[in-house]
């Protein structure tokens, strides 16, 4: 396995950390580094911390959910949306002018169910996105996953910008199985962007040996699972505290 520095900053202020791959049968692009982005803004520790409380109560904790979603998306998709420029008559005079480039494809991939409280406000922010629904069963015995919904085309669209929506890494077993699925549909690794409330270094020690070029932004990083695959001191099961249930 390879090194794990955190705390290197990178561009906009970013708290980083880098981890390199060591294993050759998903790589294709072999001198990149998987990297995880813990962006250092008070709101998503704040967010966090509401997560963390055994006492929030369940709306309170989906909306948490939604808004630190919401702020890791904007955070993932600086520098990484394409734009057209151009120039536009403003009522003061001649203006240049960035537009987000309504014809790059952008796709969202949230990992049912507690996927579907990160993504909730995404559209507020992307709104000409596309959508599509994996199902990601965890065997609470083997903690194998299994798919029981599979929304995805045979192919996204060349050039796809992918966020795979999925709030707790913890095995890496969900996300692995997320993101293997995508690229039966070719897309390649720095194509993807996940987003995830915690996660935890098993998870992306794994993530970093499979898909070298991948960015996890994250809300925060722990440090461990336990026997069950939960993560310590993590914040419970996020789908149960979303939907009480
Ligand atoms: N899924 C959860 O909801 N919580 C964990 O701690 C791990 C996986």
Redesign the pocket.
Known sequence: SGPISIGRRRRSGALASSIKGTMEDRRDSSDERMLVIVPPHPLIKHWISVLRNEETPCPIFKNAMAELGRLLIYEASRDWLPTVTGEIQSPMGVASVEFIDPREPVTFVPILR?GLALVEHASSILPATKTYHLGVKRNESTLQPSIYLNNLPDKLPEGSRVFVVD??L?TGGTIIAAIDMLKDRGVENRQIKVISA?AAHPALQKLSERYPGLHVYAGIIDPT?NEK???LP??????DRIFGT
């Open positions: 507690a709030p707790m913890a915690v699972i695959g939960y993560i993590g914040l419970g099961d996020a789908g």
